[in-house]
């Protein structure tokens, strides 16, 4: 069965032309900053991008910040980048970026508002697109300042404990009443984040399904399925929406069966969970993601809750089969079959699951090109490429 990818279109971002227009020259004396003067094709003038985000670690939001800078920055625009600069995406902002200012990790500061604040008046920002929870709470305050058009990508809608998170939960419902324009990756993301009172009816999202860039995961070249156990791995994060305790149940409870394998939080952290076993592998951050992906046998994800699956996404992407908790999240990509679905908690039938993957040669290979269509069909790379260029063409034209 073939079908064309959704929105497949040519994508149009050169050649770029030059203008001398008010918005180029605008401020051109300001620390000694030469005024953008590239204005990209399609634009109504030269792009001067902050891009803001809270984490610099291995999660949505740091990597979609990057992935932004390669799209964005070769068409002619000037993208400054507000982040923690601890590892391991910290040192890829400050190269990346035209600018790049440090803030403080996961957590807001009046001093890294006001230094945004001039940060924002000194490079002629024109455009403001925050991610997560902390850069949102900028972006906003910022937007509410200057005037300068907001965008705020939500990356779901983690809930923090104790009375900081209930502080945050307050400032966040207060600015939903701010003057921006929401981005959620599903429809149902921004169904929760309606009855979060974090947007309010009336405010037009854009959803963007995230996509994944195919090219980026050269076919897997290791044989699965070789040894005498498996080796299974998931992506750990903190908070108890996330799943970690029942990523550690399930290493615990199957490891005379599989060798098991972690990305993101360190050992230390893991055991805020539960028992780590011994012979578990945890990866902060691997260096070669898709090669960590295309190692495993078989990728987990025991998530209770997920805005969107980018992770899945990826691992789909590098060939691998994917055995996903029964959440809305995961129930599309298991439509299409693209993966099984399983509850967490039920460690005798997440048992059957291996072993049907074990035996069954045809059943592994069902899901990994069942992958490779959905991503190709629904989460298409050209199609994400225009969406995002089409919606800073929208914000810079005043929506």
């Known amino acids: ?43 109504p003038g030269p792009v001067n991008l902050l891009l803001i985000t809270g984490r610099s670690d291995w999660g949505l939001a740091p990597r979609q910040v990057i992935e932004i800078l390669k799209l964005i920055k070769p068409i002619g625009a000037r993208v400054a980048v507000a982040a923690p600069s601890e590892p391991p995406h910290g040192n890829e902002f400050r190269k990346s970026a035209s600018n790049f200012i440090s803030i403080t990790r996961d957590e807001f500061s009046i001093t890294d508002f006001f230094r945004l604040s001039r940060a924002v008046k000194n490079l002629d920002i024109n455009i403001i697109h925050s991610h997560g929870r902390i850069g949102g709470l900028y972006s906003r305050l910022l937007g509410i300042k ?25 400032a966040e419902r207060i600015l939903a009443r701010a003057k921006f324009v929401g981005t959620f990756s599903t429809n149902s993301e921004y169904e929760q984040a309606l009855a979060a009172g974090v947007m309010l009816e009336g405010q037009a999202p854009l959803i963007i399904e995230k996509a994944i860039n195919i090219k980026a995961f050269p076919r897997k070249k290791k044989a699965s399925f070789g040894g005498t156990k498996l080796r299974i791995g998931g992506i750990a994060r903190s908070g108890s929406a996330n799943g970690p305790d029942l990523l550690l149940k399930l290493a615990n409870e199957t490891g005379d069966i599989a060798h098991w394998s972690s990305s993101g939080l360190n050992k230390e952290h893991l055991a805020k969970y539960g028992h780590v076993p011994e012979d578990f592998e945890a990866v902060t951050s691997p260096s070669d993601l898709v090669g960590w992906l295309q190692s495993l046998d078989v990728f987990v994800c025991t998530s209770r809750h997920e805005g969107h699956a980018n992770g899945v996404l990826e691992a789909l992407a590098a060939g691998v089969p994917c055995v996903l908790a029964q959440i809305p999240a995961h129930q599309e990509i298991a439509g299409a079959q693209a993966a099984i679905l399983f509850e967490p908690e039920d460690t005798m039938a997440f048992r059957s699951i291996m072993q049907n993957l074990r035996e069954d040669v045809g059943l592994r290979n069902s899901l990994v090109s069942n992958g490779t269509y959905y991503l190709e069909r629904f989460h298409n790379w050209d199609k994400y490429i225009e969406d995002i260029l089409e919606m800073y063409r929208s914000g810079l034209r005043g929506w």
């Open 146 to 170: 200057t005037g300068i058009p907001v965008i705020h990508t939500f990356h779901g809608l983690a809930k923090r404990d104790g009375v900081v998170g209930k502080i945050y939960s307050i």
């Open 1 to 43: 069965m073939t079908e064309s990818p959704r929105g497949q279109r040519p994508i149009q971002t050169g050649p770029i032309s030059m203008s001398h227009d008010n918005a180029a020259s605008k401020g051109s004396s300001k620390k000694g900053l030469e005024p953008n003067e590239v204005t990209p094709i399609g634009f």
